[in-house]
């Protein structure tokens, strides 16, 4: 009983020394859903920016858009 008691004198108390984290779910969903956002725009503008360039240089088998979507694609999953 005397170590119990000694133990809750000189331990710290981590209830109080605990940081106090926001997990509501609001915040996860909107933490998440931004990146989701932000990974579909750089893929998208890298398409796009592929389709525009094949369409400039004249391609017809749509290389630029192949090779800048598929590095879009990496680029988001890199940021």
Avoid: R
Avoid at 44 to 60: A, P
């Amino acid at each position: 009983m005397e170590l119990v008691k000694w133990m809750h004198k000189t331990m710290p108390n981590y209830q109080k020394n605990k940081k106090k984290i926001d997990t509501s779910p609001l915040k996860s969903y909107a933490k998440y859903s931004g990146i989701a956002f932000q990974m579909i725009i750089i893929i998208v503008l890298g398409t796009i920016g592929g389709y525009k360039l094949d369409e400039y240089f004249g391609f017809k088998k749509h290389i630029l858009t192949l090779i800048l979507s598929i590095l879009s694609v990496v680029l988001a999953i890199y940021v």
